[in-house]
């Protein structure tokens, strides 16, 4: 089993940059899939954002491709979402997913408490 806990969450202006990390306990988190999924007030949860196990692919959703990176550092556990030119439409709560095996899926098996973006116009 693997537990997730979000952080970097915050208010910012569109624009702006931020940065969550999700840091993970146990001592397998190189045999998870990564990824970020949000949750905006009103909507179903969506995906975002995904990692392969080793880093070696990237998959990501069209609203944020050129804005959002994911990026890993199995050694310390944590995953990173880096986002840039933040929009008020990327406004939610944004959840960190893990699963075992090659690729994130639509239902990850494990998923962190979430943490709030807001982004102001």
């Known amino acids: 089993q693997v537990q997730l806990v979000e952080s970097g969450g915050g208010l910012v202006q569109a624009g702006d940059s931020l940065r969550l990390s999700c840091a993970a306990s146990?001592?397998?988190?190189?045999?998870?899939?990564m990824g970020w999924f949000r949750q905006a007030p009103g909507k179903e949860r969506e995906f975002v954002i995904a990692i392969s196990r080793s880093g070696g692919s990237t998959y990501y959703a069209d609203s944020v491709k050129g804005r959002f990176t994911i990026s890993r550092d199995n050694a310390k556990n944590t995953v990173y979402l880096q986002m840039n030119s933040l929009k008020p439409e990327d406004t939610a709560v944004y959840y960190c997913?893990?699963?075992?095996?090659?690729?994130?899926?639509?239902?990850?098996?494990?998923w962190g408490q979430g943490t709030q973006v807001t982004v102001s116009s």
């Open positions: 997913a893990a699963d075992p095996g090659k690729s994130i899926s639509t239902t990850p098996g494990y």
């Open positions: 146990g001592r397998t988190f190189s045999s998870y899939a």
